[in-house]
């Protein structure tokens, strides 16, 4: 059995996608080989993810900043040895400690083509309305590890999509969702070796 555990921030659109991904391959896979979401951390007590995971009784884990204390947070990951640490919109920067203790085994989502519209600030609507601010024709997603920079760990996968004279911030995320919709849970079953 696989673990993953998810971090996210916000609506969890890309947490809902890679649950109904799990539950598609548990389908098909012996029980030996089933992969599923064990833990959701949020830093948001207000995230939408967390209705999601009441919803498919997934534990869930609300962090605060300032209160954070790392080894036992790094403790309690590991005790879901999770085979990945999935960031869906998680709106921090991953502390090192935690970096170090998962090496490789936690991997990002950003919507636009890395290194264009990444580092501070810029995550969500922000970089779509960067993106239509500088007149591109084409955005897209990148897949990446995770490292102690943001935005800036090895990229795994790269999708990309048109950007139209008549988008706004809304209409091109909804197609940036599109793309990651598809590609995070075929990311994860290419790196959980499935594929
Ligand atoms: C996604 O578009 C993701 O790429 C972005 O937040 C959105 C979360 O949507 N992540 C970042 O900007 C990280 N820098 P969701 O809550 O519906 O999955």
Redesign the pocket.
């Known amino acids: 059995m696989d673990s993953l555990v998810i971090f ?10 890679i649950i109904a991904w799990t539950k598609e391959q548990n389908r098909v896979l012996p029980a030996g080989r089933q992969v599923h979401v064990s833990l959701i951390v949020s830093n948001n007590p207000q ?3 967390l209705e999601i995971a009441k919803r498919e009784h997934i534990p869930f884990l609300i962090i605060d900043k300032h209160t954070i204390h790392e080894a036992l947070l790094i403790e309690q990951l590991q005790s879901y040895n999770p085979a990945l640490i999935v ?5 921090w920067k991953i502390p090192p400690g935690i970096v170090h203790a998962f090496t490789n085994r936690i991997i ?4 636009s083509l890395l290194p264009a519209y ?1 580092g501070k600030g ?3 609507h ?2 779509h309305t960067a993106v239509l601010a500088a007149g591109d024709q084409e955005s897209g ?1 990148t897949i990446h590890y995770v490292n102690e920079a ?2 800036e760990g090895n990229v795994i996968l790269q999708a990309h999509c048109p950007v139209h004279t008549t988008d706004s911030a809304d209409t091109l ?1 909804q197609r ?2 599109q793309l ?1 919709h598809f590609y995070y849970p075929r990311t994860i079953e290419y790196l959980l070796g499935r594929k």
Do not use: C, K, Q, R
């Not at 996210?8 to 996608?17: E, F, L, M």
């Not at 990002?108 to 919507?111: A, F, G, L």
């Open positions: 996210a921030s916000g609506t969890g659109t890309n947490a809902a996608a995230a939408g993810v960031l869906a919109g998680f709106m990002n989502i950003h919507p990444g810029m995550y969500g922000h970089v997603i943001y935005d995320a940036i969702h990651e």
